[in-house]
Each structure stands twice: as C-alpha cells, then as structure tokens.
C-alpha cells in the first residue's frame, strides 16, 4: 500500500522553500561555473590592510584562523558566511565533507557566504526563475547576544538550524536569528547543506568502500556540528549543550539523525517541526536510489561506472536534467538513503526498536499544513476538480481508496479543503503523533500542534484554498521573530499573536537551555503521554494542552491503511 504521504512528498518538505518559503529566492544570484581547487588546501591570505575595530566580541579565533563578524545595532554579535567545510567541488564533489583550508590574518565574516545550487524560487504563485548559488557554498552564520556591560558573559546554549526546502532548495542565510538570539539569550547557527543532485544522488560510480552512495547533505549537517562542537566556545556558546531545530526537510534530516548512529554526540536535544521521516518515501532503500542514479547518469550522458563524467557535468545542468522514474506530481527526486553507513536502517524500524539517540525531543505540526501544497495545484480561479481528487487518491491508495475518500466526504467547503485535511493528516499529523509515541518510550518528548487561524502570511489566497489557516511553514515567523520573505511579516502580527510569538521562542529557548520548555509564565506543558495523547495548542489567546488530537486527525483511519 502507498500511503497519500507520497502524493506530495516534495511539497510536503519543501517548507515553501528554505524559509518554508523562504528558498524562494532570497539574495538571488546567477549560478557561476564550477571550478575545481587544488587537490591540497592551501592558506588562505586574508589579511587586512587596516587594524580591526574596537569593537570587543566580534574578533574571534576559531579552528582554521581568525574571524571578524560585526555588531547589529540591537547589539546582537553576528559573523557570516563562515566556512565549516572545503568547497566540495571537483574531486570532492559527492565526497564526504572535508575539513576547511586554513587561512592566515583575519578573515571578514560579514556577509553570507553563497547558498548550494537550485531553483530561484518554489514559493507558490512566485514567478521567478531560473538558478542561484554555487557549489562552494558549505557556509554557517552564527548569531550570538550582546555582550554584558559589566561582568563575564556566561556559556550560553547553543541552537544550531536545519532549514526545510524539499531537499532541494533554501540556506541558512536565509534566517535572521538576531530576535532569538538576543530576546532569549541563545547562540544561534545557520547553515547551508548540499541539495537536489549534489547532496542526495547514488549512484554506482559514487559508491565507496563501505558501499555507502548518497547522503551527503546529510554528512554535511553532521560535520557542521563537529564544527559547531569544535569552535563555538569562540563565541560564547557552551559546545555541551547543543539543541538542533529544523522544519519540514530540516526537520525531516534532523529525525534522520537520530537515528544516524554517526550523530551520537554531536547534539544534546532536538525540535521538530512539520517533519516526521518515518513514512514510505521519506527515504529509499539503497538498491532503489543507486537504479535511479544509474538511469539519471545516463540521461546526463555518463556511464553509471563513470565518476569523472558525472563531476565534469556543469552544476547548472544537474538542476535542469530531470531524474527519470514515475512519480507522483511534486515528490522528490532523490530522497535520504537508508541502507548506507549514515542511515544503515530505515529510521522507522530503528525507532520501533527504541535504538535511536536518546535524548529529549520537541515536537510539533501546525493544524492546516496542506493548505501549503494544495492551493497552487488547481486551474486559476477554480476550485480543485472532485475528480481529480478521487482520482488521486484512487491511484495511491488504491483497494483502500474508498476508505480513505469515505472518511474525507468533498462538502462544506471546497474541493481544495478536502484534499488539504488528507495531505495535513496523512503527511504530517498523524506521521509524527506516531513519532511522538515511539520517542517516548525512551527520552521524554514535547508534543504540539499550531494553531494560529490566521497568521500574517503573504500568500494569496485561491478558489480551491480561500484561506490559508495554520499552514505548513507559518509558524517560522514566529519561532524566528524576523520576516520571512514571500512568506510572512511579524510587523503584522496583532497584539495577541505577538504574545504567542514570544511564548513559543521562549518555550523553544527554554527546551534548548534545559530540555524542558516549561518556565514562569508559560502555559505549563507535559511531557507526551501516548495514553492520554495530550498535545499543546499553541494559539493567540487560547495556549494550552487539548486533547483527541489523534480523532481530529483520522489517525486511526491512516494506521490501519499503514498496516495493510
């Protein structure tokens, strides 16, 4: 049985793009040539010609030389553009990630270092096209609170982002973490990882002598970690006390993590939000992505054994040559891998079995996630054809197709609000309520749904989809406090949701400080308990714990078409 999960797996990661909404294109820039470096890394001279400023804070010493950043008028310390690997071009292309060339003098950290290469835009309704970024792109940004006027500053914790993008798409630049971190006193890491063909394809001429292809946005997250384990004592955070929070494929490669045995110790908690890895099409098994990698070497011209090939093939060309294969509309192209030294089991069997880390998680869906995905899929100006819904579901699901549209009847609103609730329920909500359970048999786990009816987002709304309610991607603007572009703006949230918004990035700080996101003036928060299935509501003026999530949902429903 094929689970409505794979209808939309692309959209359902894409978070709206990097910012869930934010790969739509932030600081576009033409995608230049691949070049490939030296085969040693050589110093970098960096040096400037005048004496840094007085400015105490931003002249910090890490592992590879000097750094300058700068200071933000809210006092904020903040360095950009930061190298955490080697440019992974050339020979390193489809290479694990390799330590950064060291440089000598001091090195500007000041701007954002280039995004990996992908679509300029996959926000819905944005007309942009074509490319940005480059291949030497494996930067991190880290936010850091002012500095005290008096007295030492103490460790504070770290809270290191994945950002979502279908797999394909977004980049740490992409989030300012300056209200976070200065609101709740936290370090704040960003950072990009490999994309699309670069970080996911494999294929026989990859394949190393593990028998390990693929993965390598994967092993770039874990090597920024190193990093962040290795240098961020340099700027006032405590390396022992590492949060990792991501949404939607940043969410999803964190849950892959946990179950990574390569990430054991390299984080100490982790926030998940809208993205559950477990369900079919998450990841495939090895076998399957290495004959998708044959036949998409093919189509780029190279023979499937041929590695040289597959590296002279322009970075640019990757993005337009499309992976052969049947798929539904919208799904990704080259899913995670299990079955390789970084994911050697499906992360739904390692949690069933209560092997994977065990520390404490957070987290969450927001109650209207398919409205995301939907609202673009019918004609302009019309709602979403009845038949085309059967019809999909009736493909996917197939002999359990009348069960699953019995229990989602087309009536009391439009088409689009149908197929919204199924692709919120089945992809998200009841996938990470089952996550919730399996978790909570070995670490404790925060559980919560958002529920802002009407959060201040930029989209427009459509005949199949007139509003948007608490779709997916629209509680980052919340957790961040900074807008989002072509996604939302908080100078114009009402009175009410800007208390929400404090909350939830107080409950995430306090989760980060302690593992618990309970504090004064919160709405006390238990820890999950599949028994009572209690989840928090997080709501302007209505945050609390509500119960029967799972009955709202039709979880019962999609476990019993899970099981056949």
Known sequence: MVRFLRVMTALALCAAGGSSGQDAGLWPAPLPPVTAPATQPRPLDLKVSADPPPVPGVRVQVHGGALLGRVLDNGVRVWQ?????????????????????????LRAATAPGDVCPQPMSQMPGDGRSGLRGAEDCLFLNVYAPPLPNTGRAPRTPVMVWLHGGSFRSGAGSDYAAEVLAREQGVTVVTLNYRLGALGFL?????TDATGSSGNYGLMDQQEALRWVRRNVAAFGGDPRNVTVFGESAGAMSLCAQLASPLSRGLFARAILQSGPCTPQGITTPLSEALNTGSAYARALGCAPQDAACLRAVPAGRLLDVPVPGRRVPGAVDLPMVSGDRVLPRAPADVFAAGEGLRVPVLLGTNRDEGTLFVAPVAEAGQDLPLWQFWGVVALLERWDAPRALASYPAGGGTVGDTAAALVTDSLF??????????????????????????????????????????????????????????????????APQADLARSIRTYWANFARRGDPNGPGLAPWSPYDPENGRVMGLAPQATGEFAGFRQAHRCGLWDRLASR
């Open 81 to 105: 553009g930061v190298p955490y690997a080697a440019p992974p071009t050339g020979e390193r292309r489809w290479q694990p990630p390799q330590p950064p060339a060291p440089w000598t003098g």
């Open 202 to 206: 494999a294929a026989p001429a990859l």
């Open 429 to 494: 909500a009841c996938p990470a309520s089952d996550l919730a359970a399996d978790l909570a048999r070995t670490a404790p786990v925060y559980t919560y749904e958002f529920r802002d009816p009407a959060p201040p987002l930029d989209l427009a709304p459509t005949a199949s989809v007139p509003r948007y309610g608490a779709s997916h991607a629209s509680e980052l603007v919340s957790v961040f406090g900074t807008r989002l572009a072509g996604l939302a703006d908080p100078a114009r949230f009402t």
